[in-house]
């Protein structure tokens, strides 16, 4: 079997092909050749970190027949995570009260189930987590860009660096 054979499923279960790619950038991405990967991985779903891309900004077509669920966060050019799906997903959980919905109808505004957490309420803003319940599968998928830590106390002058980093991390 290659990597890109799906496996056979079982009787009664269903095979969910599920894939992460830390674009760095969609525009660059799809300059690269991103839908033409992602259509010969046939992924059911793809979990995108470093989107970079505010949604007025995003070109159209950008996650061809996928439906994307978006947590762009404030900064421009910065951050920003996603879930693609084949089907739009029946719940999603964010750092924030809202994220964006894409699909060939165009983007909206779609209410999130806010995650509550004093450790990652002051990452709520940089769109680092989105996580959605599958309307065609019982499974629940999550992207997930971490903030950057260095490895203190070997790098001087990076605890705080490093204290930022747990300080996410506790909070999942």
């Known amino acids: 079997?290659?990597?890109?054979?799906?496996?056979?499923?079982?009787p009664g279960r269903r095979?969910?092909?599920?894939?992460?790619?830390?674009?760095?950038?969609?525009r660059a991405a799809l300059r690269r050749g991103?839908?033409?990967?992602?259509?010969?991985?046939?992924?059911?779903?793809?979990?995108?970190q470093e989107v970079r891309c505010r949604v007025a900004d995003l070109p159209a077509g950008a996650?061809?027949?996928?439906?994307?669920?978006?947590?762009?966060?404030?900064?421009?050019?910065?951050?920003?995570?996603?879930v693609l799906t084949r089907t739009p997903p029946a719940r999603v959980r964010s750092l924030t009260d809202t994220v964006v919905?894409?699909?060939?109808?165009?983007?909206t505004e779609r209410p999130a189930e806010r995650i509550v957490n004093r450790d990652l309420a002051p990452f709520a803003t940089e769109g680092r987590?989105?996580?959605?319940?599958?309307?065609?599968?019982?499974?629940?998928?999550?992207?997930?860009?971490?903030?950057?830590?260095a490895a203190w106390p070997y790098e001087e002058g990076t605890k705080e660096k490093y204290q930022r980093k747990m300080r996410f991390m506790k909070g999942l």
Not at 20 to 26: A, K, L, M, Q, Y
Not at 101 to 107: I, N, W
């Open 1 to 10: 079997m290659t990597a890109l054979q799906r496996p056979e499923a079982g």
């Open 15 to 26: 095979v969910v092909r599920i894939g992460t790619h830390n674009v760095n950038g969609i």
């Open 34 to 48: 991103f839908h033409g990967f992602w259509s010969k991985a046939d992924a059911d779903v793809v979990a995108l």
């Open 63 to 82: 996650f061809g027949a996928y439906h994307a669920t978006l947590d762009t966060g404030q900064l421009a050019g910065r951050n920003g995570v996603a």
């Open 101 to 107: 919905s894409v699909d060939a109808a165009g983007a």
């Open 129 to 149: 987590y989105v996580e959605v319940d599958l309307a065609d599968a019982p499974l629940r998928v999550a992207s997930l860009y971490l903030p950057k830590g």
